[in-house]
């Protein structure tokens, strides 16, 4: 035992009475013990230890074949009102589902060790650290949050006598699809995760605790918590101007972090550090005014397949050693990883194991046919941030980063324009409301389907929707010098379906573009959706396939598509409810009578 503290003594008690572990085991953060654990997994077969020259410290681990993504359908808020969950979210009353979870979790850890992660999200005593524990019964879990987390008992230390902290309750069970449940009860600061292995399943940190507790305590406390990457651009005289973007899981949060800026931006001196590429925790900060923002994690669980030298050499640098890979190709040959998008070097045929753990035939490989790939669409790197090359020195900053400009996005192969900014705070709000973008494969179903995902918070916000959009506005009141808000759109198509714009890199164009406006250097287009820039102020030096007509073409509003969204939105906001604020109504009719001028 870590702690005298009575409320997490007494708490693990009853959660070990009730699951029956053979044996208790405090994770204290330290290297000898996750070197123990590390041998335990490769000794049971839970993971695979990999080619210590390629790829030091670095693991494989394949979850079962079910059990692949986030499972947004079973995920609940569990609030004692129905209407505080609000619409878009799953909701039962709190002891309805606490028996019929406690049905599951009775006796699931017979045989097995219950794993005691004491956690923080943020840095161990700043004022933006949140502490939780995590029980669990999978070592997979325990060493995917000594990587994603900040663990040990200083956390403990921090939290002293305090009840205050997350508790988190996750068992494997029988990994049954039918009865996994993701559950949070954000009034009692608990959440329950069971039947599941996967990621933003079972790290309660994360999805769990970062996005969905901590957005309903942001509101309760005057603070904001957003799927957002936070990076730092800096220019050749030494400034750097910070950034949030929120796009929705899987498009492209993790590669704008870390870009690394076109040549010709390069050799004038601009660089960019990534602070962080999924959650971002924003405050006031009373003595400029601004807003703040830190990176509550301390790892990164991103994207595999797609990421390679020319996309992400930050992020293949980064998971090149203390990395664990889930659901990727296992290369035999050479005890090594491989991913759909790494190289044209897949591992032939007899040196290869799909994510699935059968042999993998590279040359059977139909793009268009998801079941011939070797990594799973989903497969992910779990990797330290003090291990990027781009992380930004002031990652373990107390006070966070200040933030000129907030960016929404999402995929749209039509309608979105590559960039425009709102026209104030509660526009901005209102951009972010009506956010829409094609499914990934970030979560169980259909991929590619168009569908709105506000702030690319759909299925993070801990309470009503219609509440949360009131807390951006009211936010919005309360920041002295607010960010101002744009929207981008790295994925428009042309008729062949080929992306239009280079993205990656090039995406730093847009970026110079936003910072400048946001210092009012450079003049922009009203339309009726907002500021659009001249063609001429995208700056395309350098690049080969697009000229001026294309920026035209890509900054252009395809107003009929737009009065087709109209309808659209107006069903979103009728399902998200009665608690939608009257400014976004009003925003909605100013924005289709532009339109329809
Ligand atoms: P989560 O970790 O799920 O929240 O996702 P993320 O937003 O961090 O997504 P990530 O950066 O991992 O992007 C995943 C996918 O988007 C990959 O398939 C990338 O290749 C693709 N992608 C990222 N940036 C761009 C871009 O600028 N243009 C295009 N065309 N694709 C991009
Ligand atoms: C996402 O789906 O947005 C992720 C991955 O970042 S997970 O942690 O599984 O939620
Ligand atoms: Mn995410």
Not at 258 to 278: F, H, N, Q, S, T
Not at 392 to 416: D, Y
Not at 518 to 545: Q, R
């Amino acid at each position: 035992m870590m702690t005298n503290n009575k409320f997490v003594l007494n708490w693990i008690d009853e959660m070990a009475a009730m699951t029956k572990p053979d044996k208790i085991v405090w994770i204290d953060g330290s290297d000898a013990q996750a070197e123990a654990l590390r041998a335990e997994a490769c000794s049971t077969g839970e993971m695979f230890k990999l080619n210590e020259e390629l790829l030091p410290n670095c693991y494989l681990h394949r979850t079962a074949v079910n059990d692949v993504a986030r499972v947004e359908g079973r995920t609940y808020i569990c609030t004692e009102k129905q209407e505080d969950a609000g619409n878009i979210n799953n909701w039962m009353a709190p002891a309805e589902m606490k028996e019929k979870l406690f049905k599951l979790y009775r006796g699931s850890m017979k045989g097995r060790t219950m794993y005691v992660i004491p956690y923080s999200m943020g840095v161990v005593g700043s004022d933006f650290a949140k502490y939780g524990i995590e029980l669990t019964d999978s070592i997979y879990v325990v060493l995917n949050m000594l990587i994603m987390t900040r663990v040990g008992t200083n956390v403990l230390e921090a939290l002293g006598d305090s009840p205050d902290y997350i508790k988190g309750l996750h068992a494997r069970a029988d990994i049954d699809e039918e009865n996994r449940y993701i559950t949070h009860f954000p009034e009692t600061n608990e959440i329950m995760s069971v039947n599941s292995g996967y990621g933003g399943n079972v790290l309660l940190g994360k999805k769990c605790f970062a996005l969905r507790i901590a957005s309903f305590l942001g509101r309760k406390e005057g603070w904001m918590a957003e799927h957002m990457l936070i990076l730092g651009v800096e220019y050749p005289n030494g400034d750097i101007k910070y950034i949030c973007a929120a796009f929705p899981s899987a498009c492209g949060k993790t590669n704008l972090a870390m870009l690394i800026p076109p040549a010709i931006y390069r050799e004038k001196g601009y660089k960019v550090w990534c602070v962080g590429d999924d959650i971002a925790w924003l405050r006031i900060n009373p003595e400029d005014g601004k807003l703040y923002a830190v990176n509550p994690e301390n790892g990164f669980f991103g994207v595999a397949p797609g990421t390679n030298e020319k996309s992400n050499p930050n992020a293949l640098h980064t998971c090149m050693r203390d990395t664990i890979f889930t659901n990727v190709v296992h290369n035999t040959k050479d005890n090594t990883v491989w991913w759909e998008g790494l190289d044209n070097n897949p591992p032939q045929p007899g040196y290869a194991i799909d994510w699935k753990g059968n042999p993998w035939d590279c040359t059977k490989y139909d793009k268009k046919d998801k079941s011939t790939c070797g990594a799973h669409p989903n497969s992910r790197f779990t990797a330290l941030a003090k291990n990027c090359p781009c992380i930004s020195s002031e990652f373990n900053s107390l006070k966070g980063v200040p933030i000129s400009a907030i960016v929404f996005g999402g995929r749209r192969a039509k309608t979105a324009p590559l960039v425009y900014q709102s026209t104030s705070w509660q526009n901005g709000t209102f951009v972010g409301s009506i956010m829409a973008s094609e499914t990934t494969a970030a979560a169980a179903g259909a991929v590619g389907v168009v569908r709105r995902d506000p702030m690319a918070m759909r299925p993070f916000v801990g309470y009503n929707m219609g509440d949360y959009w009131a807390h951006w506005l009211e936010m919005g009141k309360r920041i002295p010098n607010a960010p101002k808000i744009f929207h981008v759109n790295w994925f428009r198509t042309d008729d062949e379906g080929h992306f239009i714009w280079p993205g990656f890199g090039d995406n730093l164009r847009v970026l110079d573009w936003i910072l400048a406006r946001c210092e009012d250097k450079v003049e922009a287009d009203l339309t009726a959706i907002g500021y659009v820039p001249k063609a001429e102020d995208i700056n395309i030096e350098g690049l080969e396939d697009v000229t001026l007509d294309t920026i035209k073409e890509l900054v252009s509003i395809d107003k009929a598509s737009w009065i087709d969204d109209i309808a659209n939105i107006k069903e979103f906001y009728a399902l998200v409810g009665d608690r939608v604020p009257a400014e976004l109504y009003d925003e909605l009719s100013a924005l289709e009578a532009r339109l329809k001028a």
